[in-house]
């Protein structure tokens, strides 16, 4: 069973930057980041499949979020910058194998989950 910790979430001003981090027990194919709001659906934001050799963001976040790794292939790192109050939510981390690419952006593919991490934006 992989375990995936996450770390680096908090509170931030508008415009504000803040660093999460997501740490698996073990190497996978895949590790992503999704989110989710109060009242709203969970929401892919960024994801790694190392086979790729680069990572894959989402557009409503990409130019803000970029997505890390270590050279170990086993912790990412989303990086957060000018956040907005739409980026208050729990930001979760993901793990799987042999993803496809049409599940990338699909919760539901992921086997392994981490617990979250508050982000929360305000002014």
């Known amino acids: 069973q992989v375990q995936l910790v996450e770390s680096g979430g908090g509170s931030v001003q508008i415009g504000g930057s803040l660093r999460v981090s997501c740490a698996a027990s073990?190497?996978?194919?895949?590790m992503a980041w999704f989110r989710q709001a109060p009242g709203k659906e969970r929401e892919f934001v960024a994801v790694y499949r190392w086979r790729d050799g680069r990572p894959f963001v989402a557009d409503s976040v990409r130019g803000r979020f970029t997505l890390s790794k270590n050279n170990a292939k086993t912790t990412i790192y989303l990086q957060m910058n000018n956040l907005k109050p739409e980026d208050t939510a729990v930001y979760y981390c993901?793990?799987?194998?042999?993803?496809?690419?049409?599940?990338?952006?699909?919760?539901?593919?992921?086997?392994?989950w981490g617990q979250g991490t508050q982000v929360t934006v305000s002014s």
């Open positions: 993901a793990a799987g194998m042999r993803l496809i690419t049409s599940s990338l952006q699909n919760g539901a593919a992921y086997s392994y």
């Open positions: 073990e190497r996978t194919d895949v």
